[in-house]
């Protein structure tokens, strides 16, 4: 099953943004619009989305590399399926990464 951009856009900024798990979206969208949304498509629609900005996220990478005004670098630390790990930022006026 596939689902439109607007479902897909949805998606991704909910895992994404406030970081929900996906049988979460899922009831999200039942209560919400009583949509059913199943967890491989969900997954799939989240994997097809990643795979088309990595590009841009490459480009991003380089730019930020090759600027000697990078004025912003963090880390941040952060729960991913209960283990500790670090969020890494980059940017300057142009470009954040």
Do not use: K
């Amino acid at each position: 099953m596939q689902y439109g951009p607007g479902i897909v856009a949805r998606i991704v900024y909910l895992q994404g943004y406030p970081r929900l798990p996906i049988q979460r979206i899922g009831a999200w969208f039942r209560e919400e619009w009583q949509i059913r949304l199943r967890s491989g498509p969900v997954m799939r629609s989240i994997r097809q989305v990643a795979d088309r900005v990595e590009p841009i996220m490459e480009t991003v990478r380089r730019a930020l590399q090759q600027d000697r005004h990078t004025i912003h670098a963090d880390e941040t630390g952060m729960h991913v399926r209960c283990q500790w790990g670090w969020f890494h930022v980059a940017s300057n006026s142009q470009w954040t990464w």
